[in-house]
């Protein structure tokens, strides 16, 4: 401890007790402040699909009660609205103020897109044209259930790779070239003339920038996933608006998020067979509700089939060839009714191995990174201690 405040300490304790207690506060305040601010940074981003999740889920709740007490949808979120209650949110507000201007609730939903995922605006929409939303509420509920599939992908480290072992991949080589290396080089050169570097050293430092363009790219693609997962409704809005068919397209080729366009597609599909609507017809909202582009071209296809002359379960084959949905689809159309309840084990089916194949896909990518990255640091302190043992030969020799 200081003499200064051992000194004190004997003369005035209390002010001595109070400078103590001053620096502790200063010191946590410098010290604890920025850990707290990083973690809360951390704990926001990560938890970004769930509280959108949670706003959704809230409309929903508000729709469903609504219906239960014999009000409409628009009366029931205009009333909620009315008690202004800020936890609602601000697009929630904008969103009643739409609908008491007499516009219907898929309408207002247009002018205000980020309140709810594309998938939802686009099934309550759907819901809104047969006249019954409650029906569309279970297959809006199962695609929020998503939210939770995304947010343990992240928990996997991807998004912590992506702000933390990323950057060194890239960083830690140029390091070592630019600083590192020609500081050994001059040392090995004084001390071991008309020697060279060591082939893996030469290799590792001196013809690595395709190396460096491969980690550029890694990286690249690690941020580029990054931001889709924190982009959410906006992101998706511009990406749709500049790229639309190619990012539709890029959906159903990724394998957890084409089983889910088939089980929302699936989902509303029955949901709009039990309420009667026209085979052709359901098709092409059901596909509308998937909000994807390239699932409403195959459902086109599916349309014209029908118009064929072609069952139901065989058009289907345009937009999936899977052979259980064909069979269920099959069962119900001869009954006549009762699609939601044949189809509800195959839509539980597919949540389910999206699920699987999104968290093995997150748990694959960070390993494969952890152990690119390791590959990388040891190389490069190979290629360092080659210098440093060359070194130490050369001088035991002499």
């Known amino acids: ?30 010290g604890l402040v920025p850990v707290c601010g990083i973690s809360y940074g951390i704990y926001f981003l990560l938890t970004l699909p769930m509280r959108r999740t949670e706003r959704a889920r809230m409309l929903l709740d508000l729709l469903e009660l609504g219906l239960r007490e014999g009000r409409t949808p628009e009366g029931s979120i205009t009333s909620a609205a009315a008690s202004r209650d800020r936890s609602l949110g601000v697009r929630f507000h904008l969103l009643a103020a739409h609908l008491e201007q007499g516009w219907r609730l898929s309408q207002a939903l247009e002018q205000v897109p980020r309140l709810l995922p594309p998938q939802v605006c686009a099934m309550l929409s759907t819901g809104d044209r047969i006249g019954d939303i409650g029906k569309v509420l279970p297959a809006c509920r199962l695609l929020l259930r998503d939210s939770v599939s995304y947010v343990r992908s992240a928990l996997n480290y991807l998004v912590l790779l992506a702000f933390a072992i990323s950057p060194v991949m890239v960083v830690l080589p140029i390091i070592f070239r630019v600083t590192v290396l020609p500081q050994m080089k001059e040392v090995f050169a004084g001390m071991l003339e008309g020697q060279s570097l060591p082939a893996f050293t030469r290799f590792v430092f001196g013809g690595s920038t395709w190396v460096l363009v491969m980690q550029l790219c890694m990286v690249g693609f690690i941020w580029l996933v990054t931001l889709a997962y924190l982009g959410g409704p906006r992101l ?5 608006r500049l790229l639309p068919n190619l990012q539709d397209w890029l959906l159903t080729r990724v394998p957890w998020r084409r089983k889910r366009l088939q089980r929302d597609f699936s989902a509303m599909l029955a949901v709009l067979l039990d309420a009667e609507v026209p085979e052709a017809e359901a098709v092409t909202l059901a596909a509308q509700s998937t909000a994807n582009l390239a699932i409403i071209g195959r459902a086109q296809n599916v349309r014209a089939r029908l118009q064929a002359g072609v069952s139901l379960p065989e058009a289907l084959r345009a937009l999936d060839s899977s052979q259980e949905l064909q069979w269920r689809l099959s069962n119900a159309v001869r009954r006549g009714s009762g699609f939601v309840r044949a189809l509800t084990g195959w839509h539980e089916s597919l949540d389910a191995k999206a699920f699987q194949l999104e968290q093995s896909a997150a748990q694959l990518t960070t390993t494969a990174l952890v152990l690119i990255n390791g590959v990388i640091v040891a190389s490069i302190l190979i290629a360092v201690f080659l210098i440093l043992i060359s070194i130490i030969n050369q001088i035991s020799l002499w």
């Open 236 to 240: 998706h809005g511009w990406v749709h």
């Open 1 to 30: 401890m200081d003499n200064s405040i051992l000194q004190l300490l004997h003369s005035d304790p209390l002010q001595a007790i109070g400078t103590m207690a001053l620096a502790v506060l200063i010191y946590l305040l410098v």
